[in-house]
């Protein structure tokens, strides 16, 4: 009953996790607050993170904002006296000056979770420690400020931002698809070590099914470096299965059968299940066999498309996408 009491006692805490800065965050986590206050719940603004955007500076308008203190820290005191029934907080990657009762910001937060006060707040996936070095692998860009993720395993709920279409420019589209990956998968293991948590307290051995089947596609002219890594992490983390077919071609060249039998040693060194496939039509046999195995992520090379299917009026790309029913389709720039 302790623990129950406790919990009861325990401020809530939601994150709004973006994968990329500009992908509107701050905006959804403060807009949440507006339509919280709309609705008569207490809410009130601990920290804001400077030179807020305008559409961000307008929902702030219409919020109760707890002044920092002179150091720029947020004033933690003033907000447990407030006492609201949840309290705004952006940037929660900070560090607190030097001399402040707490280091980190994250910390200050635990502090108001303890003292029954909900928070709602936002971080980039860069700012995770766990998550710092992957990041900026993929971005060049490195961090210094980061929260652990045994502090994000402590939310009841994490909304991920997704970076809105026209901020996906080419450019950046490969570096936002792997973050976006990266995210959801975190999001997903928080979740389950949540469950797993509830389980073991309440006696109940938790049993997980098969729930991800990837099929990687291989031509000679695919580069599948990158959809095996991508699939093998995916299998790994949801308990999966990945599968890399090839569809049998007549007189392959001697360089394009050099360069298919090292993607096929690839794929069995990444732990891939390789499987020829037969048949008239490529997209025909590679969608038959996804639907015989409930394939549920189909990966794609660009390079199919200029590949043993160019007898097609239309790219096999486009065919292949336009065909599948209950399946994603991820392309894979080479």
């Not at 305008?54 to 203190?69: G, M, N």
């Not at 909900?118 to 490195?142: C, D, H, M």
């Not at 000679?220 to 470096?225: F, H, K, L, S």
Request: charged share 25%.
């Amino acid at each position: 009953m302790q623990a129950e009491e406790r919990y009861q006692n325990q401020g809530r805490l939601k994150i709004f996790l973006g994968y990329s800065s500009g992908v509107g965050k701050s905006f959804r986590m403060f807009d949440e607050g507006r339509r919280r206050k709309e609705r008569g719940q207490d809410i009130v603004v601990g920290a804001v993170q400077p030179k807020a955007p305008p559409e961000v500076d307008a929902v702030l308008k219409q919020l109760e904002i707890v002044p920092l203190l002179p150091d720029s820290s947020m004033d933690v005191e003033a907000i447990v006296r407030r006492h609201p029934e949840a309290c705004l907080i952006d940037g929660l990657a900070y560090d607190n000056p030097p001399g402040s009762a707490r280091p980190k910001r994250w910390q200050d937060v635990q502090f108001l979770l303890d003292a029954g006060i909900s928070v709602i707040t936002s971080i980039n996936l860069q700012f995770i420690e766990e998550r710092r070095e992957q990041v900026e692998q993929i971005t060049g860009k490195a961090v210094t400020q980061t929260v652990p993720l045994s502090f994000i395993d402590l939310s009841d709920e994490i909304v991920i931002v997704d970076a809105p279409p026209d901020a996906a420019m080419p450019a950046r589209q490969e570096q936002l698809t792997e973050l976006r990956e990266i995210a959801l998968v975190l999001a997903a293991e928080v979740v389950d070590r949540q469950l797993e948590t509830y389980l073991h307290e309440q006696g109940i051995e938790p049993r997980f099914g098969m729930q991800e089947r990837i099929l990687v596609c291989l031509t000679p002219r695919t580069n599948p470096t990158r959809m095996l890594e991508s699939g093998r992490r995916i299998a790994a983390r949801f308990h999966g299965e990945v599968f890399a077919a090839y569809v049998s071609q007549a007189n392959l060249s001697a360089d394009d059968q050099v360069a298919l039998d090292r993607n096929l040693q690839m794929a069995r060194a990444a732990g891939a299940a390789v499987i020829n496939l037969e048949g008239e039509n490529p997209i025909d046999s590679i969608l038959h066999f996804a639907q015989e195995r409930g394939i549920t992520q189909i990966f794609v090379g660009h390079s199919m498309q200029r590949g043993p299917f160019g007898r097609f009026s239309r790219s096999p790309l486009d065919k292949l996408l336009a065909k599948p029913q209950g399946v994603d389709i991820r392309v894979f720039p080479h």
